[in-house]
């Protein structure tokens, strides 16, 4: 929260013979900006300290006869006002023009003169400011006519590329990296003339976040390998958006020409991101345009003669309507001795409006609550815990975690999953002094750049570590502390009742942070199967006629539904005839096998997809939806902040979810009460959340002993930010710069291995094979990347918590 300064710390400057009152210590070039005075900067940020390296925004600083003046020109970007200084800029001031205007020409001695090729080109500070505060002409010639020129580019990375003769030196680009993102590989280096940008031998500028240096260099110094010499600053139509990768909902600008994405900028929203994305969120779009996007509905035919199953084939939107309504009311009345009902899978990429139309088609036109978000491993106790402590709810903001004195993580790893959080983190550590502690099997580098205090957690272990940290004099939660549970606690028994009853006995505030941009919003909208849109639990009568009245239908379904788990188990044992998929992996899914079996067992399946994928290939009807440029919609981040954003392109070949969900119902012979984004959330403002008791009863956990065979492991895992997912396909560079998949074993083990440099997992799915690194794990644990070998360690290994064998393999 922001107070309002005392009197006290206010003092009156004026600036070009106007008076103004800033609080102490603002930086002179502030101060002007608050008169309307535009000083001329490059080395200047306001989210980086300052520096004073470019010299460009120099002013006169007169004697006032109250000795604040002085003799030369200063860097208005260093130095902080005082009481009764009198400051003169360009404006005023023939001193500070001339300074101004010398120094641009020293920028420009050896500044290349390419602004035709350059990708910064017609938004260059350097190119404006020449214009507006240089001299027509220059003074001096480079040392024989010359400028000197270096090789080119230079990779810092795989994605970001340097020019190195078009750099002003201003550092802002190795400021962020020290100060905001905590990856000081880029520095630099050589002194006096010869002083540029470099990296360490043999470690490249490896950061989730490196794609910020860009945007914020003021000269084309820095270029992505994506679209470098793509596109024309002037070519381009901007439209501002929400990031779609995460729950963190940080603000985005797309650049677009001709119906196609050129690259995506980091938004300016204070209150979440700042100027700040990942590398992720800034260039993972080209997924969208891969060569296996859906363009048309798929039909599949069905021999009338022996009732085999033919091959898809297009089909009129009209045709696939009818041909899924047909389906799914034959799979939910269900056949004579077999099973009948739908289960729906939605997972978490949705925008809430899609979430809410899935939600409503479950329960108005295929009658069920069998109905889960949740394509991922989870609890019976999750789902309570959601209900009771996260939908509707607001706790914990971007603010309060800058301003908490303690913040804990526990099933959470921010740098991977949620960037905007970790960056926040960061500048709570460092501005405010917040204290971080991770329930985690190790130190990880986030955790590292985070200076935080690792409480060492076997895999599995995190009930208990919870129940530890109440008595934890060392800890010292309170009222201003934040716990921040991640999704991956829901496979632990027990964790997440004990992060509530944590919460509840030291007065800490408590968040859940998921991975995915649509999770929180499915959650608000009811896509689960004890819990109905705004908050109302299945379990409440007065709750179900409530939503029925606002749905004009005469009742919903009374009794919980099955979760992802169930709805699977259900349609492979013949109990669920039917299948409703929108934009789920099997791979995404927690027992992959189970769900591939569970498709072959299905009696019809319709799936609302991207782009192709196993699911779209098993089933009946296939309905091409469209990605989050091509609709408008809303995510709601995981604090519980809605985002809106506008479609960036208008294309005829796709359909939200939600409008294609409409057309079904409309042929099932039941309307939904939209067809467009706008009219889903009207209908979404006017269910409204629920203000009866939305918590179910909390199950009791089903606390299991756990018991260790020797030579075993548990196995602790979670994804990282660059990984085998879908929605990074189509971007090299970007997957290129992604951390390598290792195995982590404790430092006992590994001596053990006797340099081996590779190991060998075995777990109940299977085996794989990583490089293998010493870590400072709990001696029973193990740790490999998530979704980075093969189809994933879900797939191949075994699932986070269970037990696996390590075995040695030598080069």
Same mark, same amino acid.
């Given at each position: 929260m922001t107070t309002t300064p005392e009197k006290t710390d206010l003092v009156t400057v004026t600036i070009d013979g106007i008076q103004v009152t800033v609080p102490k210590d603002t930086l002179v070039i502030r101060a002007a900006e608050q008169v309307g005075v535009q000083i001329p900067r490059f080395c200047d940020h306001p989210l980086l300290a300052p520096v004073g390296a470019c010299r460009q925004c120099l002013v006169e600083i007169p004697d006032a006869g109250n000795g604040r003046g002085m003799p030369k020109p200063q860097a208005s970007c260093t130095i902080p006002v005082a009481e009764g200084m009198v400051v003169n800029t360009q404006i005023t001031s023939a001193v500070a023009d001339k300074a101004q205007q010398g120094q641009m020409e020293f920028l420009l001695i050896n500044h290349p003169l390419d602004c035709p090729v350059c990708d910064k080109g017609g938004e260059c500070p350097l190119q404006n400011q020449a214009m507006s505060n240089g001299r027509g002409e220059s003074r001096f010639s480079a040392t024989g006519g010359v400028k000197r020129t270096f090789p080119k580019p230079i990779n810092i990375s795989a994605q970001i590329l340097l020019d190195r003769e078009r750099c002003i030196v201003c550092q802002?680009?190795?400021?962020?990296? +020290? /100060?905001?993102?905590?990856?000081?590989?880029?520095?630099?280096?050589?002194?006096?003339?010869?002083?540029?940008?470099?990296?360490?031998?043999?470690?490249?500028?490896?950061?989730?976040?490196?794609?910020? =240096?860009?945007?914020?260099?003021?000269?084309?110094?820095?270029?992505?390998?994506?679209?470098?010499?793509?596109?024309?600053?002037?070519?381009?139509?901007? =439209?501002? +958006?929400?990031?779609?990768?995460?729950?963190?909902?940080?603000?985005?600008?797309?650049?677009?020409?001709?119906?196609?994405?050129?690259?995506?900028?980091?938004?300016?929203?204070p209150e979440v991101n700042e100027e700040w994305i990942t590398d992720k969120d800034r260039f993972a779009f080209l997924y969208a345009r891969q060569a296996d996007r859906l363009t048309h509905p798929l039909v599949r035919d069905i021999d009338k003669a022996d009732g085999s199953r033919g091959e898809l084939r297009p089909a009129s939107w009209p045709e696939a309507f009818a041909v899924a309504a047909r389906g799914l009311a034959a799979a939910r009345h269900g056949t004579e001795g077999g099973g009948s009902g739908v289960g729906v899978l939605t997972g978490g990429r949705l925008i809430a409006e899609d979430a809410y139309a899935y939600s409503k088609f479950a329960r108005v036109v295929l009658g069920t609550n069998d109905i889960d978000f949740r394509a991922r491993p989870h609890s019976e106790e999750e789902a309570a815990f959601l209900a009771a402590e996260v939908v509707l709810r607001m706790p914990v903001t971007y603010t309060d975690l800058e301003q908490a004195s303690t913040v804990v993580l526990a099933g959470f790893e921010p740098e991977d999953e949620a960037g905007s959080v970790f960056l926040r983190l960061r500048k709570a550590t460092a501005h405010h002094g917040t204290r971080v502690v991770a329930l985690a099997p190790y130190t990880s580098r986030g955790l590292k750049k985070l200076d935080g205090r690792l409480v060492p957690t076997s895999a599995g272990a995190e009930r208990d570590a919870l129940l530890a940290l109440a008595d934890d004099a060392e800890t010292g939660l309170d009222a201003t502390s934040v716990i921040l549970v991640g999704e991956?606690?829901?496979?632990?028994?027990?964790?997440? =009742?004990?992060?509530?009853?944590?919460?509840?006995?030291?007065?800490?505030?408590?968040?859940?942070?998921?991975?995915?941009?649509?999770?929180?919003?499915?959650?608000?909208?009811?896509?689960?199967?004890?819990?109905?849109?705004?908050?109302?639990?299945?379990?409440?009568?007065?709750?179900?006629?409530?939503?029925?009245?606002?749905?004009?239908?005469?009742?919903?379904? &009374?009794?919980?539904?099955?979760?992802?788990?169930?709805?699977?188990?259900?349609?492979?044992?013949g109990e669920l005839s039917g299948l409703v998929v929108g934009g789920v992996e099997i791979d995404d899914l927690p027992d992959p096998a189970a769900a591939r079996e569970a498709l072959a067992a299905a009696q019809f399946v319709v799936?609302?997809?991207?782009?192709?994928?196993?699911?779209?290939?098993?089933? &009946?009807?296939?309905?091409?939806?469209?990605?989050?440029?091509?609709?408008?919609?809303?995510?709601?981040?995981? /604090?519980?902040?809605?985002?809106?954003? &506008?479609?960036v392109f208008a294309n005829p070949g796709s359909l939200p979810d939600l409008r294609i969900l409409a057309g079904i119902a409309e042929e099932s012979g039941t309307s939904l009460g939209f067809r467009t984004v706008d009219e889903a959330r009207r209908q979404m403002?006017?269910?409204?959340?629920?203000?009866?008791?939305?918590?179910?009863?909390?199950?009791?956990?089903?606390?299991?002993?756990?018991?260790?065979?020797?030579?075993?492991?548990?196995?602790?895992?979670?994804?990282?930010?660059?990984?085998?997912g879908v929605m990074l396909h189509g971007d090299s560079a970007l997957l290129a710069t992604a951390r390598p998949a290792v195995a982590r074993v404790p430092q006992a083990t590994y001596d053990v291995l006797a340099g081996a440099t590779h190991v060998t997992l075995t777990g109940d799915r299977g085996a794989i094979t990583l490089p293998v690194e010493p870590a400072d794990l709990p001696d029973d644990t193990v740790w490999v990347p998530a979704n980075n070998s093969g189809d994933g360690v879900l797939a191949d290994l075994a699932s986070p918590g269970s037990a696996v064998t390590v075995k040695a393999v030598k080069a």
């Open positions: 802002r680009c190795t400021r962020f990296a +020290s /100060e905001i993102a905590g990856d000081p590989f880029i520095a630099l280096v050589e002194r006096g003339a010869q002083q540029q940008i470099g990296i360490a031998p043999d470690a490249p500028f490896l950061s989730y976040f490196s794609g910020n =240096t860009i945007q914020i260099c003021p000269v084309g110094a820095l270029t992505s390998a994506d679209y470098r010499f793509r596109s024309r600053p002037f070519d381009l139509v901007s =439209t501002p +958006s929400v990031a779609e990768h995460d729950a963190c909902g940080s603000a985005i600008r797309v650049d677009h020409r001709r119906g196609k994405v050129m690259r995506r900028l980091a938004g300016n929203d991956r606690l829901a496979t632990v028994p027990g964790a997440l =009742t004990a992060a509530a009853d944590l919460a509840r006995t030291t007065g800490a505030r408590l968040a859940w942070i998921p991975r995915r941009a649509g999770d929180r919003g499915a959650l608000e909208t009811g896509c689960l199967p004890n819990l109905l849109p705004g908050g109302r639990p299945v379990s409440d009568a007065a709750a179900r006629v409530d939503a029925a009245t606002a749905w004009g239908v005469a009742s919903v379904p &009374d009794r919980a539904g099955r979760d992802a788990d169930g709805i699977i188990a259900a349609v492979a044992a799936s609302l997809e991207l782009r192709e994928t196993e699911v779209t290939r098993a089933a &009946d009807v296939v309905f091409p939806v469209a990605p989050v440029t091509d609709k408008a919609g809303m995510f709601v981040t995981w /604090e519980g902040r809605p985002r809106t954003f &506008d479609a403002n006017e269910v409204g959340p629920w203000d009866g008791d939305r918590a179910p009863a909390t199950p009791e956990p089903k606390i299991k002993q756990r018991r260790l065979a020797r030579n075993k492991f548990w196995l602790a895992s979670w994804k990282q930010m660059l990984d085998n």
